[in-house]
């Protein structure tokens, strides 16, 4: 089974076409933990957990499996947690064949260029099998080097249950790791040997854990037997990954995830963007394969072979080629040769990942195919749809096809079209004298404004629900929350006039003081808010905390299903504490789309990038952030004055509000800062 296979350039129907391998932030482990395989050390309570794994070809599957890493300059640490009814393992041998037990394995290829990778495996005895691989099983004549060694591996097993006794029911077992850097960084084509690798680079991983479907059998040393088929063959195990490949195959680096090593310590919240190139390299990998086959079964490479826009091949002959793509949006070159080695130059520019607010219940259908073309043309990258799950669901296929990702927009707090949570008075935002959000006529400055109560547990199950209902839509690669916030206690100075108001802060816009966090604010501090807030720091501190908890609770559960999950907030975490309740520092995201809105503030338009700096710092650069740019505010003759300030500034991406205002004038001004980013930074080069 590990050394054949067919149609590697077909993926199985289990993964999403669009999906992109899944990336980890891998923080440094204050203190090194203690390998005992217990991993109850703080640094590993600290640590993030790994995306859940899934069955190899995609889908999901029951037994949990929990992994997180950390690393120091010694080591990179693993800790893999699982469920597990039914322990048993035979094989005492080191390097014996581990996966004919039930095992946990880690596949590592330090450079990321597909070839010379590492596998360890290891069973609940604690046995250990190390190799080396100079090329994936499906190359003419790869080394597989079976008595390689991992020197100064440190490795312990803790069983949750009894080892080969199926007589009761068993709870688990975890596997940690401490895989000296000397050992992974030796074999690199790019030797570092000795030394831990640089903060900041990454690494391509993959986790798989083998188990085989076992029937009670006295009879057996292990206590089990595995199910066998008519001809007594045991049945196929199952392979659960982090990273999967689409086929039950996991020799193909080039979908294993990226692991980046942060410079900071595990217990500070940080998240990446996936690399831009992404696509296109698995887009080389694709044709590789397709080439292969294509010379399997008649005898040579094709030289006509159909290549996509940016895709040129190389010196063709019949049994040799090079492929080469350049990414449009960092200008990476990237090389993949017929034997499979994969090479990626530095990046010359950095172009802003582009958002679009879109409006989902508002699109013309017969047209949307055409529109979601016009934008991937002009240099939009991302939407964000707002609508029904069903809505969201008929308009992703036709934004995927033409190359652009989809979010899905949640409003989140504030919910107007919600009608279940109208069957619940208690669920609504309350303020300092004690009104409620439920009734309509009651609601601050406009009558959409239904806001729900952070604090209230069913109103956090209910927003669960619409992320795991949204998590459904075929094709989506992100959920982007808004209204993740209360009502403004203060309205920005450039609205006032708009709402009759000089907003001072004033009890009436000030929530959320419902019972349910009142109770909950008494549990934490011993005594009720005091009755002047401006003076009760804890009290808007557990509001801050409040907010951001539903945040965190909805992001978590967002990654759970393998998607970015996005917020739009006010321009700095400061600023929206101050006005709505939202320190957005608190947030565990995975980007930011923070409202730099000037007008709103009745400030100068140069407000917007100074603010978004102003993000940055508070945040630390945690949080990858895509700042807005209000289109009534920035005709197209202005767009790349607006679109200059902002990437300026540093950020990831930049966010066009909205699809309604985007005019094909502003399309036209897009895709032309876009080339000119483009061409000024390669010729400056
Ligand atoms: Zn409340």
């Not at 499996?65 to 300059?73: F, T, Y």
């Not at 172009?351 to 013309?364: M, R, T």
Request: proline residues 8%.
């Amino acid at each position: 089974m590990r050394t054949t296979l067919i149609a590697l350039s077909c993926l199985a129907a289990g993964l999403n076409a669009t999906e992109m391998p899944p990336t980890y932030v891998c923080g440094r482990a204050d203190t090194p933990p203690i390998i005992d395989g217990r991993g109850d050390e703080p640094a590993w309570q600290q640590a993030r957990e790994l995306s859940p794994l899934r069955d190899i070809e995609g889908d999901t599957i029951p037994h949990r499996c929990r992994i997180k890493m950390l690393w120091d300059d010694n080591c990179l640490y693993v800790l893999a947690d699982m469920d597990e009814p039914h322990l048993w393992a035979t094989l005492k041998e080191h390097d014996s064949v581990i996966y004919r037990d039930p095992d946990f394995e880690v596949f590592i290829d330090p450079d990321g260029d597909g070839l010379n990778y590492i596998e360890l495996e290891i069973n609940a005895l604690n046995t250990t099998w190390d190799l080396f691989l100079t090329h994936p099983y499906h190359f003419d004549s790869p080394i597989v080097l079976h008595d390689w060694e991992m020197p100064g591996l440190k490795h312990a097993v803790n069983l949750r249950g009894t080892l080969n006794d199926a007589g009761d029911t068993d709870d688990g077992w975890s596997v940690e790791l401490a895989i000296p850097w000397s050992s992974i960084c030796d074999h690199a084509s790019q030797p570092r040997r000795n030394r831990a690798p640089e903060a900041g680079s990454s690494m391509r991983l993959n986790f798989s854990r083998v188990n085989w479907q076992v029937r009670p059998d006295s009879d057996s040393p292990c206590g089990y037997s595995k199910l066998t088929d008519a001809e007594g063959n045991p049945l196929p195990e199952s392979n659960h990954v982090w990273a999967p490949t689409g086929k039950v195959y996991i020799h193909l680096p080039e979908r294993w995830g990226r692991v980046v090593l942060s410079p900071r310590s595990a217990s500070v919240w940080e998240a990446t963007v996936p690399e831009p190139q992404e696509k296109t390299k698995l887009e080389l990998y694709r044709i590789l394969h397709a080439q292969r086959e294509h010379r399997a079964s008649q005898g040579s490479f094709s030289r006509s072979y159909p290549l996509p826009d940016g895709v040129q091949l190389l010196f063709p002959t019949d049994d040799y080629f090079i492929l080469t793509a350049t990414c449009p949006r960092s200008g990476v070159r990237m090389t993949l040769d017929s034997e499979g080695r994969y090479t990626a130059s530095a990046p010359t520019y950095h172009l802003p990942e582009i958002f679009l607010w879109v409006h989902g219940d508002a699109v013309n259908e017969q047209t949307w195919e055409s529109t979601c073309q016009r934008y991937a043309q002009a240099g939009i990258n991302t939407l964000i749809i707002s609508g029904s799950t069903a809505q969201l669901a008929s308009l992703t296929p036709a934004a995927t096809k033409a190359g652009l990702e989809v979010f899905a927009w949640l409003w989140a707090l504030n919910r107007p079209q919600d009608s279940e949570p109208m069957k619940h008075p208690d669920w609504f935002a309350v303020n300092a004298l004690s009104t409620s959000c439920h009734r309509p006529e009651n609601r601050p400055f406009v009558e959409y404004y239904q806001f729900l109560c952070p604090g209230n547990d069913e109103v956090r199950r209910h927003l669960l629900a619409r992320v795991q209902e949204l998590a459904t839509i075929p094709g989506l690669s992100g959920i982007q929350t808004d209204y993740m916030r209360l009502p403004d206690a203060r309205l920005p100075r450039g609205l006032w006039g708009k709402y009759g108001l000089d907003m001072s802060p004033a009890p009436a816009f000030d929530y959320c003081y419902c019972a349910t966090c009142q109770e909950l604010f008494r549990a934490r501090y011993g005594r009720a808010p005091l009755p002047a807030p401006a003076e009760d720091k804890e009290w808007l501190d557990f509001r801050l905390d409040c907010i951001a908890d539903v945040y965190n609770l909805l992001a978590e559960e967002t990654r759970r299903h393998h998607l970015r999950s996005a917020c739009a907030v006010f321009p700095s975490p400061s600023l929206a504490a101050e006005m709505v309740r939202q320190d957005w520092s608190r947030f565990r995201a995975d980007l930011a789309l923070p409202m730099a809105y000037h007008s709103f503030y009745d400030e100068p338009p140069a407000w917007d990038a100074a603010i978004t700096r102003k993000a940055q710092k508070e945040t630390a650069h945690r949080i990858p952030l895509a700042p807005g740019i209000h289109l009534p505010d920035a005709p197209a003759d202005q767009l790349h004055a607006q679109l200059d300030a902002l990437h300026e500034t540093g950020a990831h991406g930049i966010a066009l509000f909205s699809d309604e205002e985007l005019t094909q004038e502003h399309l036209q001004a897009l895709q032309q800062w876009l080339n000119n980013q483009k061409n000024s930074k390669s010729t400056s080069k």
